[in-house]
């Protein structure tokens, strides 16, 4: 068995060394000689020796090791050290350095240096000049024109702008003023001073022209004024006719204070004179107005001279630049007038016998003229970043109430103060008030009136303040929004913004008392809302309800026509809550009793009988004739015409008349239309002559216009209603005579009165009541007439 066992080892361990060790030691190196070894010297020799090389050894000598050694410790191991291995190392590492790695070697170093290296070469060059290149220069361009340039350019700008222009500009200026235009200018004073005393009437006329452009500089007219020009130009104007410019006078090189009073009194006529050049009467009325606002003296002899009822005219020519100057020296005569001067003013315009439908025409277009002034502050909303006005609105806050320094206060308890206060004064957006102040209108206008209230009476103003602050808020009259709505209200009542009518005549007398009617109404209504507020014991859901009140009451104050604020502020507050209640009832009771079924029905009876009177006191009215102006587009004429029917009501007669004709006989007139040619008749935007100033005419003008077409409609009569109730006599007679029915609203109105009352006689009580059957008599006349009825009085 030994020997066997033995036998067995020394076959088997020289079988395995011959065959399989030498097989595998064939197989593995050819295989890495021939595939492993080039392949990784070739693509990753680096990789190898570094890593895969020490990690092969590692790896597989660490598992060689650990499972030979367990395996084959014994019997394997030693003859492997021995043998195999030394023969291994042997082979393969001679190999290797004999073979392998020279031609490694050289293969690699032939693949860079035919290869690689001149690729290399070849795609950076190629990539330096395709693109590295073009990139630089583009760059280098971009940043020079892009940069440097622009900068280089500025800088030498700036260095212009700044440094050398203003340099050149101061040199050259001063050499200017300094030498040449002192020069120039005694040299062109002194031949427009020899030009206008030339005997030739054109090289004076010239003369008198190139003043007028140049004597705007002040340098000049010293030169000028300083050579005795400006006594030169008195006598000039003293002397001259029509034919002369005059509006050089319009420069200011005159010395008003040393004129003449027959200087005055020519300037004074060609302001009175009825047809004459525009330009002078431009110029005229300028002159005028200066010397009403130099000195008390002219201003006395200006008013002589020149009267109320030609300067109110010269409001009513087409010419916008006479319109203004004239309406300019009016202003500076009302506002130099002293008191007892403008109380007679007051009182022709007030007097009933002297204001007549022309001359109250007149003070309606002053008054429409002068309050439209406030429109540009109406439709002019707050800005919030003008300082001013910020300024306007925190002057409100702290003239209401007294705080501590807010200097000392830190930024957000200035903040929340400010807040609590503007809560306090009514506005909505106490955070930022001028908010509330966006709407337009009221615009700027309403900011303008609180400042005035709060400067102008600036007890009231705290008072109305802290009397409301110390309520509920719920019962508090917010004074800030109260006057935003009453600026409105006031602006809608006295129609600021709106243009005068051609043939309006509703001015306020009261507006010729005060030189700021708006502001002083104001004040008389923003103190009236918190009466009214208290009256009506109103909270803040009852804020429109409020407003709606004090409009009736401003309404019906101002329908009485007051002559003086006083007299308005008497009549306004008399006209309390409890009073409009009593008229609101009155006619509540009174649209009451004439809406039940019964007085329906026998309503219905009379009108017939009604409407025939009404149709006849039309025709009686249309017989008797009114007076027309003609209007065209040169606005109000003194050209007059008058129109009356037949007293046989078949032909309709008109022709023009002076002016002052009161009631021409019927022959006199002697244009006539047939009452049987009369087609149609027309009214507002319908009729012809509206047609022909379409764009041009106000609503109230249209309101009054009205025109009858005759002879197959080819031609028409044209009317303009001097006030609405002639509009309705005469379209309502012209209607009857056409066989139509009545439709103006006057005709309603007295249908309505007629009506009420002679319902109101059919249901008098008249049981045990005699009547008589004749009229009482009249009283016998007073012995004598000597007494005086005092309107004023009366009013007041």
């Known amino acids: 068995m030994v020997i066997l066992y033995l036998l067995y080892i020394v076959i088997a361990d020289l079988l395995y060394i011959v065959i399989a060790v030498l097989l595998y030691i064939v197989i593995v190196d050819l295989l890495y000689i021939v595939v492993i070894l080039p392949l990784h010297i070739v693509i990753l020799d680096l990789l190898y020796i570094v890593i895969a090389d020490l990690l092969y050894i590692v790896i597989a000598d660490l598992l060689y090791i650990v499972i030979a050694d367990l395996l084959y410790i014994v019997i394997v191991d030693l003859l492997y050290i021995v043998v195999i291995l030394p023969l291994h190392i042997v082979i393969v590492d001679l190999l290797y350095i004999v073979v392998i790695l020279p031609l490694h070697i050289v293969i690699l170093d032939l693949l860079y240096i035919v290869v690689i290296l001149p690729l290399h070469i070849v795609i950076l060059d190629l990539l330096y000049i395709v693109v590295i290149l073009p990139l630089h220069i583009v760059i280098l361009d971009l940043l020079y024109i892009v940069v440097i340039l622009p900068l280089h350019i500025v800088i030498v700008d700036l260095l212009y702008i700044v440094v050398i222009l203003p340099l050149h500009i101061v040199i050259v200026d001063l050499l200017y003023i300094v030498v040449i235009l002192p020069l120039h200018i005694g040299r062109c004073a002194e031949d427009l001073y020899k030009g206008i005393q030339s005997s030739d009437s054109g090289v004076r006329c010239d003369s008198l022209k190139q003043l007028a452009c140049v004597s705007t500089d002040v340098t000049f007219a010293q030169e000028f004024i300083s050579r005795d020009g400006h006594s030169l130009l008195v006598k000039i104007v003293e002397d001259a006719d029509e034919s002369v410019p005059f509006s050089l006078m319009d420069h200011g090189i005159v010395s008003w204070e040393n004129l003449s009073a027959v ?104 008054q429409s003229v002068t309050l439209n002034h406030l429109e540009p502050r109406m439709r002019m909303p707050l800005d919030s970043y003008n300082q001013d006005q910020r300024e306007i609105l925190h002057g409100l806050r702290q003239a209401a109430f007294e705080t501590e320094s807010e200097n000392s206060l830190s930024h957000e308890r200035r903040r929340s103060l400010c807040a609590k206060e503007f809560k306090k004064l009514g506005f909505s957006n106490n955070s930022n008030p001028g908010q509330d102040l966006l709407r337009a209108p009221p615009g700027l206008l309403a900011l303008d009136t609180m400042a005035y209230f709060a400067s102008r009476y600036p007890d009231a103003y705290s008072r109305f303040v802290l009397e409301n602050s110390s309520r509920e808020d719920k019962h508090e009259c917010p004074f800030a929004r109260s006057s935003i709505q009453l600026t409105l209200i006031l602006c809608e009542i006295l129609r600021i913004g709106e243009p005068p009518s051609e043939t309006g005549s509703n001015y306020h007398p009261i507006f010729f008392s005060q030189d700021r009617l708006l502001e002083e109404l104001f004040c008389v209504c923003i103190q009236l809302i918190n009466k009214t507020w208290k009256e009506m014991r109103a909270t803040q859901e009852d804020f429109d309800k409020v407003m709606q009140v004090v409009r009736e009451q401003i309404t019906r104050t101002l329908s009485s026509k007051p002559t003086s604020l006083e007299l308005f502020k008497n009549k306004v507050n008399a006209l309390n809550y409890s009073e409009i209640l009593k008229l609101r009832q009155t006619e509540r009771l009174h649209q009451e009793e004439t809406l039940a079924p019964p007085v329906l029905e026998l309503k219905e009876r009379l009108k017939p009988e009604l409407l025939e009177l009404i149709r006849q006191q039309r025709l009686n009215r249309l017989c008797q004739g009114t007076l027309f102006r003609k209007i065209s587009s040169r606005r109000r004429q003194d050209k007059l015409w008058y129109c009356r029917l037949s007293p046989n009501h078949k032909v309709l007669h008109f022709g023009d008349v002076e002016e002052d004709t009161e009631t021409p006989p019927i022959e006199s007139l002697q244009e006539k ?82 009506l009420s009352m002679e319902i109101k006689l059919r249901l008098l009580d008249l049981e045990n009541v005699p009547i008589p059957d004749c009229a009482p008599p009249v009283p016998k006349p007073p012995s004598n007439f000597n007494f005086c009825y005092d309107l004023s009085q009366a009013e007041q």
């Open 673 to 754: 239309i047939p009452v049987a040619d009369i087609k149609a008749l027309l009214t507002g935007k319908d009729c012809p002559h509206m047609k022909e100033n379409k764009g041009k005419q106000t609503k109230e003008g249209l309101d009054l216009a009205f025109s009858i077409t005759y002879d197959v409609e080819e031609y028409s009569l044209n009317f303009i209603a001097s006030s609405r109730t002639d509009f309705c006599l005469w379209t309502d007679g012209l209607s009857v005579l056409l066989g139509r029915d009545m439709s103006s609203e006057c005709m309603r109105s007295e249908l309505d009165i007629l």
């Open 263 to 366: 200087f005055i009194k020519k300037i004074a006529n060609f302001v009175n004179a009825k047809v004459l050049d525009a330009s002078i009467q431009q110029v005229s009325l300028a002159i005028l107005e200066s010397m009403v606002l130099s000195s008390s003296s002219l201003f006395q002899q200006v008013k002589q001279e020149v009267t109320l009822e030609r300067l109110l005219s010269h409001l009513q020519v087409t010419n916008q630049q006479i319109q203004t100057k004239a309406m300019a020296l009016l202003m500076a005569l009302l506002q130099t007038a002293g008191d007892a001067d403008r109380q007679v003013r007051m009182n022709i315009i007030h007097s009933s016998a002297s204001v007549g439908d022309e001359m109250a025409h007149y003070l309606y277009v002053l």
